[in-house]
Nanobody
Framework: QVQLVESGGGSVQAGGSLRLSCVAS????????MGWFRQTPGKERERIAA????????VYGDSVKGRFTISRDTAKKTVFLQMNSLKPEDTAMYYC????????????????????WGQGTLVTVSS
């Protein structure tokens, strides 16, 4: 069983930055696609970024492309989400998630079934 733990959320003003971290423990596969989704009450999840834990090209949702950067430290089984130029509409609970043995992280953005996810970390962006 893989456990994912997010951290780094907080409250910032519009235009500010935050860096989220997600540490994976337990059996973690090199072929796992790890990424982030966000959710607000009453709305469906929005998958925003993903990358293979073992490396490769990251993928992004259109709403965050150019502003957010996902990266990973394979040895530490950690993924990061650097969020710049934050907007009030970025306010949400942010969750780290993993999909095991997937051929492409692009499918993560397309609704691929997730195998694990964390407890979430709250990001609040004020005007």
């Amino acid at each position: 069983q893989v456990q994912l733990v997010e951290s780094g959320g907080g409250s910032v003003q519009a235009g500010g930055s935050l860096r989220l971290s997600c540490v994976a423990s337990g059996y973690t596969y090199s072929t796992a696609c790890m990424g982030w989704f966000r959710q607000t009450p009453g709305k469906e999840r929005e998958r925003i970024a993903a990358i293979f834990l073992g490396g490769g090209s990251p993928v992004y949702g259109d709403s965050v492309k150019g502003r957010f950067t996902i990266s990973r430290d394979t040895a530490k089984k950690t993924v990061f989400l650097q969020m710049n130029s934050l907007k009030p509409e970025d306010t949400a609970m942010y969750y780290c998630a993993a999909a095991f043995h997937t051929a492409s992280c692009q499918s993560f953005l397309g609704g691929l079934a997730l195998d694990a996810w964390g407890q979430g970390t709250l990001v609040t962006v004020s005007s």
